[in-house]
């Protein structure tokens, strides 16, 4: 299977399951809804992501590796989590 995610830096068969199952298929798709935005999605799914999918997603949408993204970078991925209301944040 040629599976467009799973080309991306940092994103795995699993994590690629995961994101289809939410109706993130492509980049462009990643792209228009941020980090943030797949990581809320796959978790109000039911999945039990970790942060590190958050950082995953983000890493591959910038091309690094997520353990390189800096302290300050993550702390503002979760904060952007943290800034949403409750029941959203899953």
């Known amino acids: ?5 799973q080309h991306l830096k940092n994103l795995g068969k699993t994590s690629a399951q995961w994101l289809h199952a939410v109706g993130i298929h492509s980049a462009s ?21 970790s942060k590190v999918l958050l950082y995953a997603i983000e ?6 590796h997520w353990n ?3 302290p300050g970078h993550k702390a503002e991925l979760n904060g952007q989590l943290d ?3 409750p029941n959203n944040k899953s």
């Open 1 to 5: 299977m040629n599976d467009e995610l």
């Open 29 to 49: 798709d990643l792209r228009r809804l941020g980090a943030v935005g797949a990581y809320r999605a796959v978790r109000a799914r039911g999945f039990r992501a």
């Open 59 to 64: 890493g591959a949408l910038l091309d690094v």
């Open 68 to 70: 390189d993204l800096s």
């Open 83 to 85: 800034a949403l209301p």
